[in-house]
């Protein structure tokens, strides 16, 4: 079973590695690849949200659970990180700078038993095409919370900061969709 002081402590002894990103991966991948037991050990989603799973300044680790068709604005995170899924699909288009905003470049599909690594500059956004939770693992190699980073408008494609305010109100929004 998925013990989350355990895969804490993985992460955390993987960020010595040389390779502190694939190191890592490796330890998502080998969680994710037993998706009932990431399932039992952090507990079956009912809302969708962000759960901090461990903060430090050198690693954070959520919980992250998307809601039904949930969509995110494309967004940077400044640091590498690593994307588990143990229940669902996460739709990812990836994007590239461009004079007056963004270009997509690519998409990735991610379900079940997925681990991805992203680089950081990355610049991403998040679909759940499906209409129940999706549930990811999501491990950054710094503190998600004290990095400034952008977010860009999904039709303009104009760079602003990152709206903590916006993104909380699009989990309940789905929350509302989650209860009716």
């Given at each position: 079973m998925f013990e989350v002081d355990r895969?804490?402590?993985d992460c955390r002894q993987a960020l010595g590695e040389s390779d502190a990103h694939g190191a890592v991966r490796e330890v998502v991948a080998c969680a994710v690849s037993r998706p009932d037991g990431v399932a039992r050990g952090l507990g079956d989603p009912a809302r969708a949200?962000?759960?901090?799973?461990?903060?430090?300044?050198d690693l954070t680790i959520l919980n992250v659970l998307w809601g039904p068709l949930m969509t995110m604005h494309p967004h940077n995170h400044l640091?590498?990180?690593v994307i588990g899924i143990y229940s669902g699909q996460e739709d990812?288009?990836?994007?590239?700078?461009?004079?007056g905003g963004l270009e997509a470049t690519?998409?990735?599909?991610?379900?079940?038993?997925?681990?991805?690594?992203?680089?950081?500059?990355?610049i991403h956004?998040?679909?759940?095409?499906?209409?129940?939770?999706?549930?990811a693992i999501h491990v950054y190699g710094g503190d998600f919370f004290d990095t400034p980073r952008s977010?860009?408008?999904?039709?303009?494609?104009r760079e602003h900061p990152y709206d903590v305010e916006h993104?909380?109100?699009v989990f309940e929004e789905s929350n509302r969709l989650l209860e009716s």
């Open positions: 895969f804490v402590e949200g962000v759960d901090t799973i461990h903060r430090s300044a640091m590498w990180a990812n288009t990836f994007y590239k700078r461009v004079a690519s998409a990735r599909q991610l379900t079940t038993g997925d681990a991805a690594p992203l680089g950081a500059p990355v956004s998040v679909c759940n095409p499906l209409n129940r939770i999706t549930a977010e860009w408008d999904p039709e303009t494609h993104t909380r109100r």
